[in-house]
């Protein structure tokens, strides 16, 4: 009987979360493009593209972010198992191309890509990589468990001892937040890599989190793979939103596998990758 009741008990706490998140996320459609496991998405700088990881098809998929049609492609012809996208302030695109162990460097045309270069040193199964305003490019080596910091394409800087490090994206204050996802937990780094601060355990319950974006304010929104769910995480460190009912789903509200948040405004778009689509929401601030 008590046993019943806690089951109920936590039924109704899952329900009460989802129809929250719900209220303050408006589901406004998904993909139907040809994806493979599509992993993490960034909008290019006029805001005009939205640029996807596509895994499975060793390529960066291109869509419209308003309607999400596939707009074009780039990198099936050199790239394998491509994880993640950046932009650095010229323009320049760097893709961490995963099963070849390096950063593929792109000088960007609109859509059209000329690959100018690559990062190699330190890194083996780059899963995620950073363009930091401060001129350095960090690279998270899910293989190697490492992240390292690139300057002038020289290694500046390496942080050792991680677990399947992802995702790096800027806070606002400049330092670094980073998805250790093989340890359940999100590192606040410095520049210069030294840990500040740790994310893990109650309340986030993080399980295999990945790919992640940071809002002006502070708010952390990452992608909780594993849980099949989306968090949202305020400065102070707060979960003040979650967005997936725990389990594997397909629909508004639900995800199987997420692994790629980008966000701009009050759009968010979120890579549904075990359902190989792209999701998009209008976040409500009130």
Known sequence: MIRRMLLMCMTVIALANQAIAESRLEFLGASTADLENPHDLKLSPDGRYLFVSDVGHNRVAILDPETLKFVGSFGSDHQSGT??????????????????????????????????????????????????????????????????????????????????????????????????????????????????????????????????????????????????????????????????SGHAGKGPGLFTTPEGVESRGDTLWISDSGNDRVVKYKLRFN
């Open 83 to 244: 994880h993640d996208i950046d932009y650095d302030d010229q323009g320049r695109a760097y893709v961490a191309d995963t099963h070849n162990n390096r950063v593929v460097i792109y000088e960007m045309d609109g859509i059209k890509a000329k690959q100018i270069g690559e990062l190699t040193a330190q890194i083996r199964g780059p899963e995620g990589v950073l363009a930091h305003p401060n001129g350095r490019i960090y690279v998270g080596g899910a293989w190697s468990g490492n992240v390292v910091a690139y300057q002038d394409g020289k290694v500046v800087a390496v942080l050792d001892g991680l677990s399947s490090p992802h995702d790096l994206e800027v806070a606002p204050d400049g330092d670094i937040w980073l998805s250790d996802a093989g340890n359940d937990r999100m590192l606040r780094l410095s520049p210069e890599l030294k840990i500040k601060q740790e994310r893990g355990g109650a309340p986030y319950k993080f399980d295999g989190v990945r790919y992640q974006d940071v809002l002006p304010d502070g708010v952390v929104i990452a992608a909780d793979k594993n849980n099949h769910q989306v968090k949202f995480i305020a400065s102070d460190g707060r979960l003040v939103l979650t967005l997936g």
